[in-house]
């Protein structure tokens, strides 16, 4: 027990640059997205981020049943045959955590310490949510539905199972959907296995996994995952605003060649072409801007047309890289809605919905193997 009490609890903000082992043992658990990953328009298996904040539960498929219930005429027991009846529908959605860029705030508020690459994009297969509530009979006063994970755990001194809520409006929406594959394969253990909820456009907090009940309710669901966690405040005891809809974010496939320790870049002198991706959750990507610079300057990148409305778009631009000497590559993307990335960390209690720009150092010319040698040490 001794362990349990050292423990700093999440909502803790710490100086220090060095990871704790708390943090340590969520980052082994769950794993981001590698950026070279980011050449893929679907992310291959394996690579998705994920995450995680209790355990896997074991599921056994042959006599998994989804309650549907609540606030209903006809509340409704499904097993996963009856789930994979109904019509299908195949989507390719961006997945991002909320927490995204927390690693980078000062001080860092002690959670999951993502650094920008908690995203990934599948291919879903499942059934609209919908027409499931239509046809079990909405009742008069529906207001909200609960979905409410297997997966058990402790959280801000609460004992829980992982849940979310929607507002039926957003519960209603024709791309809400319960899905049983990922990229034409049932769903792995780490992503939801038997079933998820995918709720395209908002940050990854929301696409509860291993669902065990989905209810309509009259009344606002306070459980801690909605009304304690996931909101942006930055004054203690301040309600903020509760997180929805994904900011936008452009990332990039770090060019040339890494350093291992620093994952400095090298590239010999050239006109080199950088690519990546953008995404947004509240308006499609409306452009893509590249800085060789620090952010000084930009130029603007090209754009090519995503899978879904819900997917990612690539961009690609010319770097001239042709003098030799020290870079910082950024990238920034605004959606139509005029929302763009800002150049500093968004800093907030939680650190959530940090979309401050990607920054990767490059070094144009051949690695200085002495001066990595003295870095290093
Ligand atoms: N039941 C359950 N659903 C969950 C979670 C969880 O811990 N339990 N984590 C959420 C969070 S915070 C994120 S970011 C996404 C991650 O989905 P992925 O692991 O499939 O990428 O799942 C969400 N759904
Ligand atoms: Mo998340």
């Known amino acids: 027990m001794e362990r349990i009490s050292q423990s700093r609890p999440a909502g803790t903000l710490i100086e220090t640059p060095d990871i704790t082992q708390d943090e340590l043992q969520l980052a082994v658990r769950n794993h981001s997205m590698p950026l070279e990953a980011l050449r893929y328009a679907i992310t291959p298996p394996g690579l998705h981020y994920l995450l995680i904040h209790f355990d896997i539960p074991a599921v056994d498929a042959a006599t998994y049943e989804l309650a ?137 907090m929301t696409h509860v996994k291993w669902l065990r009940s989905v209810t309509v309710t009259d009344r606002a669901f306070d459980g801690y995952q909605q009304a304690a966690a ?78 879904s409305p819900y997917a990612w778009r690539r961009w690609t631009t010319l770097w001239d890289a042709t003098k030799p000497g020290e870079y910082e590559l950024c990238v920034r993307a605004t959606d139509a809605a005029g929302n763009i990335q800002p150049l500093e960390q968004s800093w907030n209690l939680e650190g959530v919905q940090n979309n401050a720009v990607q920054r990767v150092r490059v070094v144009v010319g051949e690695p200085d193997v002495e001066q990595i040698a003295a870095d290093t040490r």
């Not at 809809?245 to 950088?274: C, E, K, N, Y």
Request: net charge negative; with cysteine; proline share 9%.
């Open 68 to 204: 549907v219930g609540g606030h209903l005429e006809k509340p409704l027991h499904l097993s996963l045959e009856d789930l994979k009846s109904r019509p299908a529908t195949t989507l390719a959605v961006t997945l991002e955590c909320a927490g995204n860029g927390r690693a980078r705030l000062s001080p860092r508020p002690l959670s999951q310490p993502w650094l920008g690459e908690a995203v990934g994009t599948a291919e879903w297969t499942g059934t609209s949510l919908a027409p499931l509530l239509h046809e079990a009979g909405l009742k008069e006063g529906a207001a909200e539905v609960v979905f409410t994970g297997l997966d058990r755990g402790v959280q801000g001194g609460i004992d829980q199972f992982y849940e979310r809520s929607l507002s039926l409006e957003d519960a209603m929406r024709d791309e809400v959907l319960l899905v049983y594959a990922i990229n034409g394969l049932p769903l792995p253990p780490q992503h939801g296995f038997p079933l998820r909820l995918i709720v395209p456009g908002w940050y990854g």
């Open 230 to 307: 996931y909101h942006y405040r930055t004054v203690e005891g301040d309600l903020g605003v509760p997180v929805t809809r994904m900011l936008p974010r452009a990332l990039m496939v770090p060019p040339g060649v890494p350093d291992f320790m620093s994952r400095t870049r090298f590239v010999p002198p050239s006109i080199h072409p950088v690519e990546g991706r953008a995404w947004s959750g509240r308006a499609p990507i409306a452009s893509v801007d590249f800085s060789s610079d620090g952010g000084r300057s930009w130029s603007a990148a090209d754009i090519e047309e995503a899978l």
